[in-house]
């Protein structure tokens, strides 16, 4: 009933006091009562539903399949009292123990990636303004207490339920409780009975669009109304993420694959009468080949990886949805000031001596390179020093110039950095030349003007400094200094006056006259009594020094950001609220209009034509207004979006930032957009991907974006992009390397099926490859360095650009895989002939191999091998197909580093984790080989050392072969070999 | 992003269609047919390539080897026992000594495996000194040694035909497998035990399961043609009053230090064990 209580009762009822607020202690009891004002946060899926998810996710039910097989067979097996049944009760412990093992992995990963999206959200937590102690403080809003006095203003979100007091054109967003889309107006006044209709309560999570209030906090955390309506807390979906599904699609290819072989092969060997039994341990070993059981381990890791070296450059991303979107932009909309700018005023030209003279804009200046020897500098540098009333604020003597926090508008703080940065101690100089008199700036002078004693004792002169709109400086000017001398002003030298006036204002800069005048001695001595409302002194036939003009200067990452994205496919349109013409110098200059190209004005101007008669085709950039895209029909806004390259929308209204985006959609085009204000959260939602400002943004902004940028720079935008491709990018490489093993691993089951020869490679070798050797270099491709091209494509094609698509899994499957399955074949001959097993002896053997009574096996030279010789053998055969994989796969590894670039373009060493990939892979297989190699069940047997160079030219091969795919793919852009070749 | 609806059944069935079968632009399975050509010609040229370097590759393996030796043999430095007959089921003779029918294979697969051991089929073998190691290193043809049928008595199958299972004293012949250059050392010979005492009585052909020293080494199929591995004959005679029971069997090969009989492993290296049943 807060609402329809007096000030005064609400005062006595909260115990608070509208002017000095609580008391910290009072605040603090408070608190420990209430608790923090924060809602519960909706009830998470239990621990363990998320831990049972990820043991039956992905590839886990196949391996339990295979698992449970295994059990039934060791079961079938007993039951019939064969002699070795324990081997496949072991097999079904391994899968089971391999499910469970990448189960808990991917359990902690997620756990981990979700830490670390939390911590992004509490790095932006929401702050409100109090009144405690009879202070206003900025608290974090969780710390707030019923009885607090808060203040609220446009933009900010309302941290609690509030009743106000006082307010000043407030009005609310109160859409996310209401469902109305208006703002609507807060007073003071009660005007309802029903708390929710009266205006003089503004609710907790709704935001403050415009104006300014202050109100006493009535509700907190859960006993707010949007705490109480609990359906709306828990009701956030979670929805798919574009990587999530590529990773499904990947997982239902595989999976496809796996059972679709293993099915056929299940039907041809019970068709080719095998038995039952064997055959589902066939079916087994298939799926235990198909599945890439390290992988989503991989690219669960891949993806923390990001996570963290996105948040490293600035780019905090509330989900990984976002980054993965961000990689397939296709247009930025980009605000200027702040963004593309650096959100400060600095001196870029100076005019004098009837030359125009360039000062350096850039973020870290620490001294000006033009020319300042002339005796006019002198003169223009006392006025720009001395006619300024910005101040540094005290307490800031170590840091840069640039970094001080000044008291004063945003020109006399640039001409104030700029004087500091070339006297230095400017507040010294000021000191010394003691002010006596001034008239501050205002809108009718158009001049700002001091009067000085000198720092020269000798001269007791009076100076007297002005500075102001340069052509209301120069009416006051009889005289101009030239080289320190002054000169009659005639017409010539107004003329040149002119000129760069011109100039420096066509390169949107803010331009600034500054004259002086020594005053007669005689006329004003010491003691003259100067009165600047009678103004008795003289504002005219002054001596015309020189100009300043001052911009906002891009940002010096910015150019090279906009090229990156230019040739990366991306547009960038520009869109900001200032003039044309300062949008347009400042397009320019970051090369969002490139050196070349002209707008229809440009061209009509070049032409001597009207605008009228100007072909509009061949204006590749375009500068709208604010006011044109109002009258604009959605066809012709869609004409300039579609026909220009380079837009700048100049003077626009944040409203229009929505429009434009719709327009942009509207192409087919990804959408990124950037935004700070409240106004612009529509915007950014409507986007693809919102982009909300760090330091600037507001906390609508925030809430509303999909990305915050911690340092509002554009350039961390397109680090943004690049990151998102190379994800991408070697999430399809890590895909690509773990598939291709498989096939070496499979063919092995259907040659020993089909051709009856020895078993080629046992299910535990195969786990030994997908969980032992291959997992630290698929992890190691996602510490790839990004190849020449990434920035040089066009964005991804989200329904087209599949993450697996068919050229990769037929060029690893196909080609690569087989290539590797000849090598390990090879391999497996070898070791069989030399120990007398002929590879014509081993067609058809497999019945009387395997049979445990025959142990008297002849081999190619007449010998006779008992069982366990033989298993021994196979054994050994294992060893050596498994080296052999893990050879080839080394060359698989080096061949993914890159899709196109050769890889010596990308440099054998430049990722150094792929070493470790590589030696790690190897010193597995050797420990596995050499240390393991007499524990009978692992099957690992020590090998010949001969063996593991058999395959060395088929990983040779793999190499040359992979090379000569890239160089065909570079060489013929488009041709059938790209089309077909590239993944 | 995920914000599209999903696609009605008709809608997705027809895009099925039109994937198989594009008739606009002609494409099957998202191919046309020159594609689907080129594709597979890419295939045919690629797998033929790969398939030629693998004939390649194993030919030049297979040039390596000697047709005479195998380059290594030391997955078997020490042979294994093996019997004959040797039963379908593990290793277990199951007979009636009055059934004939009961144990014909048996009789059968004895007769044929000593076929080799004819007289006829020794013309060619030569008689060697026997206790002694039989090295022919030097000579190009390699003379096998005779193995007289007439050493295995009672079990050669000439006296009784039925090589004793119709007298309740069935005959199992043990050989030693194959193993190109084994020279064993010592006087090897075929032991044999039961684990149930006094079941069984075991006598030997030639007298102590003796295997002479003369036979070894062997060199290979293609060097030694006629080479005949020699045989130790085990009779068994049961007792009758352990008929119906399952006797078992284990021989050893004893008295040489370079023929492993204990391997925990190979339950078949220089030893082999079996089971008798017989009914009456």
Same mark, same amino acid.
């Given at each position: 009933?807060?609402?329809?209580?007096?000030?005064?009762?609400?005062?006595?009822?909260?115990?608070?006091?509208?002017?000095?607020?609580?008391?910290?202690?009072?605040?603090?009891?408070?608190?420990?009562?209430?608790?923090?004002?924060?809602?519960?946060?909706?009830?998470?899926?239990?621990?363990?539903?998320?831990?049972?998810?990820?043991?039956?996710?992905?590839?886990?039910?196949?391996?339990?399949? /295979?698992?449970?097989?295994?059990?039934?067979?060791?079961?079938?097996?007993?039951?019939? /009292?064969?002699?070795?049944?324990?081997?496949?009760?072991?097999?079904?412990?391994?899968?089971?123990?391999?499910?469970?093992?990448?189960?808990?992995?991917?359990?902690?990963?997620?756990?981990?990636?979700?830490?670390?999206?939390?911590?992004?959200?509490?790095?932006?937590?929401?702050?409100?303004?109090?009144?405690?102690?009879?202070?206003?403080?900025?608290?974090?809003?969780?710390?707030?207490?019923?009885?607090?006095?808060?203040?609220?203003? /446009?933009?900010?979100?309302?941290?609690?339920?509030?009743?106000?007091?006082?307010?000043?054109?407030?009005?609310?967003?109160?859409?996310?409780?209401?469902?109305?889309?208006?703002?609507?107006?807060?007073?003071?006044?009660?005007?309802?009975?029903?708390?929710?209709?009266?205006?003089?309560?503004?609710?907790?999570?709704?935001?403050?669009?415009?104006?300014?209030?202050?109100?006493?906090?009535?509700?907190?955390?859960?006993?707010?109304?949007?705490?109480?309506?609990?359906?709306?807390?828990?009701?956030?979906?979670?929805?798919?993420?574009?990587?999530?599904?590529?990773?499904?699609?990947?997982?239902?290819?595989?999976?496809?694959?796996?059972?679709?072989?293993?099915?056929?092969?299940?039907?041809?060997?019970?068709?080719?009468?095998?038995?039952?039994?064997?055959?589902?341990?066939?079916?087994?070993?298939?799926?235990?080949?198909?599945?890439?059981?390290?992988?989503?381990?991989?690219?669960?890791?891949?993806?923390?990886?990001?996570?963290?070296?996105?948040?490293?450059?600035?780019?905090?991303?509330?989900?990984?949805?976002?980054?993965?979107?961000?990689?397939?932009?296709?247009?930025?909309?980009?605000?200027?000031?702040?963004?593309?700018?650096?959100?400060?005023?600095?001196?870029?030209?100076?005019?004098?001596?009837?030359?125009?003279?360039?000062?350096?804009?850039?973020?870290?200046?620490?001294?000006?390179?033009?020319?300042?020897?002339?005796?006019?500098?002198?003169?223009?540098?006392?006025?720009?020093?001395?006619?300024?009333?910005?101040?540094?604020?005290?307490?800031?003597?170590?840091?840069?110039?640039?970094?001080?926090?000044?008291?004063?508008?945003?020109?006399?703080?640039?001409?104030?950095?700029?004087?500091?940065?070339?006297?230095?101690?400017?507040?010294?100089?000021?000191?010394?030349?003691?002010?006596?008199?001034?008239?501050?700036?205002?809108?009718?002078?158009?001049?700002?003007?001091?009067?000085?004693?000198?720092?020269?004792?000798?001269?007791?002169?009076?100076?007297?400094?002005?500075?102001?709109?340069?052509?209301?400086?120069?009416?006051?000017?009889?005289?101009?200094?030239?080289?320190?001398?002054?000169?009659?002003?005639?017409?010539?030298?107004?003329?040149?006056?002119?000129?760069?006036?011109?100039?420096?204002?066509?390169?949107?800069?803010?331009?600034?006259?500054?004259?002086?005048?020594?005053?007669?001695?005689?006329?004003?001595?010491?003691?003259?009594?100067?009165?600047?409302?009678?103004?008795?002194?003289?504002?005219?036939?002054?001596?015309?020094?020189?100009?300043?003009?001052?911009?906002?200067?891009?940002?010096?990452?910015?150019?090279?950001?906009?090229?990156?994205?230019?040739?990366?496919?991306?547009?960038?349109?520009?869109?900001?609220?200032?003039?044309?013409?300062?949008?347009?110098?400042?397009?320019?200059?970051?090369?969002?209009?490139?050196?070349?190209?002209?707008?229809?004005?440009?061209?009509?101007?070049?032409?001597?034509?009207?605008?009228?008669?100007?072909?509009?085709?061949?204006?590749?950039?375009?500068?709208?207004?604010?006011?044109?895209?109002?009258?604009?029909?959605?066809?012709?806004?869609?004409?300039?979006?579609?026909?220009?390259?380079?837009?700048?929308?100049?003077?626009?209204?944040?409203?229009?930032?929505?429009?434009?985006?719709?327009?942009?959609?509207?192409?087919?085009?990804?959408?990124?957009?950037?935004?700070?204000?409240?106004?612009?959260?529509?915007?950014?939602?409507?986007?693809?991907?919102?982009?909300?400002?760090?330091?600037?943004?507001?906390?609508?902004?925030?809430?509303?974006?999909?990305?915050?940028?911690?340092?509002?720079?554009?350039?961390?935008?397109?680090?943004?992009?690049?990151?998102?491709?190379?994800?991408?990018?070697?999430?399809?490489?890590?895909?690509?390397?773990?598939?291709?093993?498989?096939?070496?691993?499979?063919?092995?089951?259907?040659?020993?099926?089909?051709?009856?020869?020895?078993?080629?490679?046992?299910?535990?070798?195969?786990?030994?490859?997908?969980?032992?050797?291959?997992?630290?270099?698929?992890?190691?491709?996602?510490?790839?360095?990004?190849?020449?091209?990434?920035?040089?494509?066009?964005?991804?094609?989200?329904?087209?650009?599949?993450?697996?698509?068919?050229?990769?899994?037929?060029?690893?499957?196909?080609?690569?895989?087989?290539?590797?399955?000849?090598?390990?074949?090879?391999?497996?001959?070898?070791?069989?002939?030399?120990?007398?097993?002929?590879?014509?002896?081993?067609?058809?053997?497999?019945?009387?191999?395997?049979?445990?009574?025959?142990?008297?096996?002849?081999?190619?030279?007449?010998?006779?091998?008992?069982?366990?010789?033989?298993?021994?053998?196979?054994?050994?055969?294992?060893?050596?197909?498994?080296?052999?994989?893990?050879?080839?796969?080394?060359?698989?590894?080096?061949?993914?580093?890159?899709?196109?670039?050769?890889?010596?373009?990308?440099?054998?060493?430049?990722?150094?984790?792929?070493?470790?990939?590589?030696?790690?892979?190897?010193?597995?297989?050797?420990?596995?080989?050499?240390?393991?190699?007499?524990?009978?069940?692992?099957?690992?047997?020590?090998?010949?050392?001969?063996?593991?160079?058999?395959?060395?030219?088929?990983?040779?091969?793999?190499?040359?072969?992979?090379?000569?795919?890239?160089?065909?793919?570079?060489?013929?852009?488009?041709?059938?070999?790209?089309?077909?070749?590239?993944? | 992003?995920?914000?599209?609806?999903?696609?009605?059944?008709?809608?997705?069935?027809?895009?099925?269609?039109?994937?198989?079968?594009?008739?606009?632009?002609?494409?099957?399975?998202?191919?046309?047919?020159?594609?689907?050509?080129?594709?597979?010609?890419?295939?045919?040229?690629?797998?033929?390539?790969?398939?030629?370097?693998?004939?390649?590759?194993?030919?030049?393996?297979?040039?390596?080897?000697?047709?005479?030796?195998?380059?290594?043999?030391?997955?078997?430095?020490?042979?294994?026992?093996?019997?004959?007959?040797?039963?379908?089921?593990?290793?277990?003779?199951?007979?009636?000594?009055?059934?004939?029918?009961?144990?014909?294979?048996?009789?059968?697969?004895?007769?044929?495996?000593?076929?080799?051991?004819?007289?006829?089929?020794?013309?060619?073998?030569?008689?060697?000194?026997?206790?002694?190691?039989?090295?022919?290193?030097?000579?190009?043809?390699?003379?096998?040694?005779?193995?007289?049928?007439?050493?295995?008595?009672?079990?050669?199958?000439?006296?009784?035909?039925?090589?004793?299972?119709?007298?309740?004293?069935?005959?199992?012949?043990?050989?030693?497998?194959?193993?190109?250059?084994?020279?064993?050392?010592?006087?090897?010979?075929?032991?044999?035990?039961?684990?149930?005492?006094?079941?069984?009585?075991?006598?030997?052909?030639?007298?102590?399961?003796?295997?002479?020293?003369?036979?070894?080494?062997?060199?290979?199929?293609?060097?030694?043609?006629?080479?005949?591995?020699?045989?130790?004959?085990?009779?068994?005679?049961?007792?009758?009053?352990?008929?119906?029971?399952?006797?078992?069997?284990?021989?050893?090969?004893?008295?040489?230090?370079?023929?492993?009989?204990?391997?925990?492993?190979?339950?078949?290296?220089?030893?082999?064990?079996?089971?008798?049943?017989?009914?009456?």
């Amino acid at each position: 009933d807060d609402h329809k209580l007096s000030t005064s009762e609400l005062e006595e009822k909260y115990g608070t006091s509208i002017d000095k607020g609580l008391s910290s202690a009072r605040a603090a009891e408070i608190l420990a009562r209430d608790g923090p004002n924060s809602l519960t946060p909706p009830k998470a899926t239990p621990e363990i539903v998320k831990f049972l998810k990820q043991m039956v996710g992905g590839f886990s039910i196949l391996l339990w399949i /295979g698992a449970v097989f295994s059990w039934i067979s060791f079961g079938i097996q007993l039951a019939q /009292g064969a002699e070795s049944p324990f081997d496949n009760l072991y097999l079904g412990v391994v899968l089971a123990l391999v499910v469970i093992l990448t189960g808990i992995f991917a359990y902690y990963q997620e756990a981990k990636s979700t830490n670390i999206m939390a911590s992004f959200s509490k790095m932006i937590p929401q702050q409100a303004l109090v009144i405690r102690d009879a202070e206003k403080k900025e608290l974090p809003a969780d710390q707030l207490v019923v009885g607090d006095i808060v203040e609220i203003k /446009g933009g900010d979100r309302i941290p609690a339920d509030i009743r106000l007091l006082f307010t000043q054109g407030c009005k609310v967003d109160n859409s996310s409780l209401t469902g109305e889309s208006e703002p609507q107006s807060r007073s003071c006044d009660f005007t309802h009975e029903n708390p929710l209709e009266t205006r003089n309560i503004a609710f907790y999570s709704t935001t403050c669009v415009e104006g300014t209030a202050t109100g006493i906090v009535i509700n907190t955390g859960d006993r707010t109304i949007i705490g109480r309506i609990a359906s709306l807390a828990s009701g956030v979906g979670n929805e798919k993420t574009p990587i999530a599904i590529e990773i499904e699609h990947f997982v239902y290819l595989v999976a496809g694959v796996a059972i679709s072989i293993g099915v056929l092969f299940f039907i041809i060997s019970v068709s080719m009468r095998y038995k039952i039994l064997d055959s589902i341990i066939f079916l087994i070993g298939i799926i235990v080949a198909n599945v890439p059981e390290g992988l989503l381990a991989t690219v669960t890791v891949s993806l923390s990886l990001t996570a963290k070296r996105m948040a490293k450059k600035n780019c905090l991303v509330k989900n990984l949805e976002a980054v993965e979107t961000l990689g397939s932009t296709s247009i930025i909309c980009s605000d200027k000031t702040g963004t593309l700018t650096q959100n400060r005023m600095t001196v870029a030209h100076l005019w004098f001596d009837n030359q125009i003279y360039s000062a350096d804009t850039s973020e870290d200046q620490t001294t000006q390179p033009f020319d300042q020897s002339s005796p006019s500098w002198t003169a223009l540098s006392k006025i720009v020093t001395l006619c300024n009333r910005a101040e540094f604020r005290p307490g800031q003597e170590n840091l840069p110039i640039m970094k001080r926090v000044v008291v004063g508008d945003a020109s006399e703080t640039a001409l104030l950095k700029f004087a500091e940065v070339i006297l230095g101690d400017v507040m010294n100089i000021r000191a010394r030349n003691k002010k006596v008199a001034e008239i501050p700036f205002n809108s009718t002078n158009k001049f700002q003007l001091s009067i000085h004693e000198t720092d020269d004792p000798n001269d007791k002169r009076f100076l007297l400094v002005m500075k102001g709109a340069p052509e209301r400086i120069l009416e006051r000017c009889s005289t101009i200094m030239i080289n320190g001398k002054e000169e009659p002003l005639d017409s010539e030298k107004a003329e040149a006056f002119q000129t760069a006036y011109m100039e420096l204002g066509g390169m949107g800069e803010r331009v600034l006259g500054f004259c002086h005048l020594y005053l007669p001695e005689n006329e004003f001595p010491d003691t003259y009594p100067f009165d600047t409302d009678s103004m008795n002194f003289p504002t005219s036939n002054l001596c015309f020094v020189g100009l300043l003009s001052m911009i906002d200067p891009p940002r010096s990452t910015v150019p090279d950001a906009v090229s990156k994205c230019r040739s990366a496919g991306i547009k960038v349109i520009m869109v900001t609220g200032d003039h044309p013409i300062t949008a347009k110098a400042i397009a320019k200059s970051v090369g969002i209009i490139s050196a070349t190209s002209e707008t229809v004005e440009d061209i009509a101007k070049r032409l001597n034509i009207p605008v009228e008669q100007v072909n509009r085709r061949e204006a590749t950039a375009a500068v709208v207004n604010g006011m044109e895209l109002k009258d604009m029909s959605l066809q012709q806004l869609d004409e300039i979006l579609s026909n220009h390259s380079e837009i700048v929308f100049a003077r626009t209204s944040p409203q229009q930032k929505l429009i434009i985006v719709e327009g942009c959609q509207r192409q087919g085009a990804v959408v990124a957009v950037t935004g700070d204000g409240v106004n612009d959260s529509p915007a950014l939602k409507k986007a693809d991907i919102g982009i909300a400002m760090g330091i600037a943004g507001s906390d609508a902004a925030k809430n509303a974006a999909d990305m915050v940028l911690l340092d509002d720079n554009f350039a961390s935008i397109v680090t943004g992009v690049e990151e998102g491709r190379l994800i991408f990018d070697n999430l399809k490489k890590t895909i690509a390397y773990t598939l291709t093993k498989n096939i070496a691993e499979l063919c092995p089951f259907l040659i020993y099926i089909i051709a009856s020869i020895p078993m080629p490679i046992g299910t535990i070798t195969i786990l030994f490859i997908d969980l032992g050797t291959d997992i630290i270099p698929s992890v190691a491709l996602a510490y790839e360095k990004a190849e020449s091209d990434i920035m040089n494509r066009r964005p991804r094609n989200k329904r087209k650009d599949r993450l697996v698509n068919e050229q990769l899994a037929v060029y690893s499957y196909l080609q690569i895989g087989i290539m590797q399955s000849v090598g390990a074949f090879v391999t497996y001959f070898t070791v069989y002939a030399e120990q007398g097993f002929l590879p014509s002896t081993l067609l058809g053997v497999r019945v009387n191999w395997e049979n445990n009574a025959s142990n008297d096996f002849e081999d190619s030279y007449g010998q006779e091998w008992t069982k366990y010789q033989r298993m021994y053998l196979q054994w050994t055969g294992y060893t050596a197909f498994f080296v052999s994989i893990t050879i080839q796969q080394v060359a698989d590894l080096i061949i993914r580093k890159t899709r196109r670039n050769s890889i010596f373009q990308q440099g054998l060493f430049r990722n150094k984790v792929i070493w470790v990939g590589i030696f790690s892979q190897i010193g597995i297989a050797l420990i596995l080989t050499y240390g393991l190699g007499h524990v009978t069940a692992l099957n690992f047997t020590p090998l010949r050392f001969q063996y593991w160079f058999v395959a060395v030219p088929f990983a040779i091969l793999i190499w040359v072969y992979d090379e000569v795919r890239k160089l065909f793919i570079r060489r013929y852009p488009g041709s059938w070999w790209d089309k077909n070749m590239y993944y | 992003m995920s914000k599209e609806a999903k696609k009605p059944f008709r809608q997705s069935m027809a895009e099925w269609r039109q994937f198989v079968y594009n008739p606009n632009s002609g494409e099957f399975l998202g191919r046309t047919a020159k594609s689907w050509g080129l594709i597979l010609l890419f295939y045919l040229v690629f797998y033929g390539f790969l398939a030629a370097l693998f004939t390649f590759t194993m030919w030049v393996m297979l040039q390596t080897l000697s047709s005479d030796i195998p380059k290594y043999r030391d997955r078997i430095s020490s042979p294994g026992l093996m019997i004959s007959p040797k039963p379908d089921t593990a290793l277990e003779f199951y007979f009636n000594k009055s059934d004939a029918q009961s144990y014909a294979e048996y009789v059968s697969t004895l007769r044929k495996f000593l076929e080799s051991y004819d007289d006829s089929k020794q013309s060619q073998n030569i008689n060697c000194t026997p206790g002694r190691i039989f090295d022919q290193n030097d000579v190009a043809v390699k003379k096998a040694c005779r193995f007289n049928l007439s050493e295995l008595g009672q079990c050669s199958g000439k006296e009784d035909k039925t090589f004793g299972y119709s007298k309740g004293t069935p005959c199992v012949l043990v050989k030693m497998n194959r193993i190109i250059g084994l020279k064993p050392e010592g006087e090897p010979h075929i032991h044999c035990t039961s684990k149930e005492e006094g079941m069984v009585e075991i006598n030997y052909f030639p007298p102590e399961g003796l295997i002479d020293l003369m036979y070894f080494p062997y060199y290979g199929k293609s060097l030694h043609a006629h080479y005949l591995q020699p045989l130790v004959a085990v009779q068994l005679a049961i007792n009758s009053s352990s008929t119906k029971e399952e006797i078992a069997i284990e021989c050893k090969i004893l008295g040489s230090p370079n023929l492993k009989n204990e391997d925990d492993r190979d339950k078949f290296l220089g030893r082999i064990a079996f089971k008798v049943q017989m009914t009456e």
